[in-house]
């Protein structure tokens, strides 16, 4: 990594890092050393992993560092557009690819380059220095690892030619020693049977996940006729068994043979037989991560292994690798997708430009978006004339108040301090009840998340009583790894079938109100474990703004929202606010070449 110059201005040392243009757009800023914000476009625009251009991230990125743009040292672009384009162009060339296919290779061969659209947009014209897909993912993980030495696996669908990196992290130093290339992708071969088991491509996999424990692994050698392993890390997919490369559809006629069923059509009636699976498929994979974490280790035999990329979200998987594999230590960036890899570039850019890592060498939390100030919230709910509670300068009445609520049963709205960056809600905007009722999931997926029964909710504990409940002796502080059930309080509503559960450790530093309302709620109840989910409506990015966290309080028949240092009851939302609440529709996916997510958006 040699491009170190020396740049010097009033403000210190500043490296943007954007991802844009294909899916899950972001934008970080890193101040000093310092990430001082990261923030999906998502969340501004409203439309689920937002492909376009970051501009609002980017403006809050500014306004939270107090920078402005000519002060940027550097843009740093997580892919490298020509690298894709050479894949793209590969892909049109196939000789029985699509028609729409060559349609898309043609548009990609005439529109502006990354580096354009960032200057034409913002004006920019500084340096722009541009990362590899892979590279962005392993950096994003292992420079906020907390680790000086790591080996790192990263694994997507795909980036430009790659879907599985090994690499090496030294200190400043981070060089991958080994790629596996398209159309061979661990991604894919899950996106494939995601898609054949009715679900979205590129979203739906964790609704598999969630199925997987349902099942039998009766299809697990089906499932691994599909990939051959090989030497070095690498494998092969059986081509045979995926259409991806030819048509809009991920599996051949040879797949639907081989499991000896026609594919589930979207949003018919899940069998047991999906279950088994959903299972094998889960099993296989985490089987054959756990072979390429070996590999890695051979290579690299460090204590610490860092994983990025879409499946890294994984947590079952993550938590097998934890538990079974040959690391001590393991570190999986929280914004595992591709909007972490707005952080990754910008972290690469720093150590060519500097010479040195960015000096913030952990993730001591993930709360790098946007906030609302007290006085900002009073005012939205003075004038909308909405009844509420001002515990302003309070804290522990607010708490003891959310938590008695919580214990009689009350599903809440809890929107504070900065917002998450990843997918994940960690306590800041979260949906959160009490675990220990039976009925509390059923209240929860049909009332407020309208979502698939079968999908489990995550607790978010206490850190130090975590072990008390959970078979967990490390902290998980951003819900990516699954583990046992060990408590012997009865915890139906986050108690997966397979007596698991993916849960978020807390501890007073990352988050102090969190916390308190914790320790409260055991206070209250003997029980320091909540239910957690994401504040948001199925379909729907997680809210942002108190505005955002009100209408979907009000829509979704929440009892309560605690916003900041206010309360809000439904009881209290006048009746004129719910007219058409009943019939309001849930949002469609807004790409049109999506045609319900039959295949992976390579292009
Ligand atoms: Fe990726």
Not at 308 to 335: D, M, S, T
């Amino acid at each position: 990594m040699n491009d170190t110059r020396v740049l010097e201005n009033k403000t210190g040392k500043i490296v943007i890092g954007m991802s844009f243009g294909y899916h899950d757009s972001a934008c970080c800023v890193i101040k000093n050393g310092e990430v001082l914000a990261a923030v999906q476009e998502e969340r501004f625009s409203r439309v689920k992993n937002d492909k376009s251009f970051p501009k609002e991230s980017l403006r809050y990125c500014l306004e939270y560092a107090n920078v402005s743009l000519d002060e940027v040292d550097c843009i740093a672009y997580y892919e490298d557009a020509q690298k894709k384009l050479a894949r793209q162009i590969w892909m049109g060339t196939i000789d029985d690819a699509d028609p729409f296919r060559k349609k898309e290779v043609y548009r990609h061969l005439c529109e502006q380059k990354p580096d354009e659209v960032i200057r034409d947009i913002t004006g920019y014209s500084g340096h722009i220095a541009i990362s590899e897909h892979h590279l962005s993912h392993a950096a994003s993980t292992y420079y906020f690892s907390g680790f000086d030495d790591a080996a790192v696996l990263t694994v997507d669908g795909v980036g430009e030619w790659a879907t599985t990196s090994y690499s090496h992290g030294k200190g400043a130093s981070l060089e991958i020693f080994e790629e596996v290339n398209f159309p061979d992708s661990i991604g894919l071969l899950y996106s494939t049977i995601t898609s054949f088991l009715g679900f979205k491509v590129n979203s739906g996999e964790y609704k598999v996940m969630g199925l997987a424990p349902y099942g039998e692994p009766i299809y697990k050698e089906q499932i691994l006729t599909l990939i051959e392993m090989r030497e070095k890390g690498q494998y092969r997919l059986n081509m045979k068994y995926f259409d991806f490369l030819n048509t809009n559809r991920m599996y051949s006629d040879e797949l639907i043979s081989l499991m000896g069923l026609e594919p589930r059509k979207p949003e018919s009636k899940l069998d047991q037989v999906h279950m088994d699976i959903a299972k094998s498929l889960q099993v296989a994979l985490e089987e054959i991560l756990l072979e390429k974490v070996h590999y890695l280790y051979e290579q690299v035999p460090s204590d610490n292994l860092c994983m990025a990329g879409g499946v890294a979200l994984n947590c079952v998987a993550n938590g097998r690798i934890q538990r079974e594999g040959p690391f001590k230590n393991l570190f999986v960036q929280p914004a595992s997708g591709d909007a972490g890899t707005a952080l990754g570039a910008a972290a690469v850019a720093w150590v060519r430009l500097f010479g040195e890592r960015p000096s913030q060498k952990d993730t001591p939390h993930a709360y790098l978006g946007i906030d609302a100030s007290s006085d900002e919230i009073f005012k939205l709910l003075s004038n909308s004339g909405v009844k509420f509670s001002d515990y302003r300068g309070n804290e522990e009445e607010l708490v003891k108040f959310t938590a008695a609520r919580i214990s009689e049963g009350a599903v809440i709205g809890w929107f504070q301090g900065r917002m998450e960056f990843g997918p994940r809600a960690l306590g800041a905007r979260s949906i959160l009840a009490d675990p220990r009722l039976a009925n509390m999931r059923d209240k929860i997926n049909s009332l407020v998340k309208m979502r698939e029964a079968f999908r489990p909710f995550a607790p978010a504990v206490m850190a130090e009583k975590a072990n008390e409940h959970f078979a967990l002796d490390y902290p998980s502080p951003f819900m990516l790894q699954t583990c046992d059930v060990e408590s012997l309080i009865d915890l139906p509503a986050i108690t997966h079938v397979d007596n698991s559960a993916r849960v978020q450790t807390v501890t007073a530093e990352s988050n102090k109100r969190f916390h308190s309302l914790l320790r409260e709620f055991d206070a209250l109840t003997d029980c320091p474990i909540i239910l957690n989910t994401s504040f948001n409506v199925r379909g729907e990015p997680v809210v942002r703004t108190p505005l955002d966290a009100l209408t979907c309080f009000v829509r979704a028949s929440i009892d309560y929202l605690i916003l900041g240092d206010f309360i809000i009851s439904q009881a209290d939302i006048p009746e004129m606010w719910k007219v058409g609440v009943s019939n309001t529709p849930i949002k469609k996916d807004k790409d049109p070449r999506s045609i319900g997510h039959a295949v992976y958006t390579f292009l």
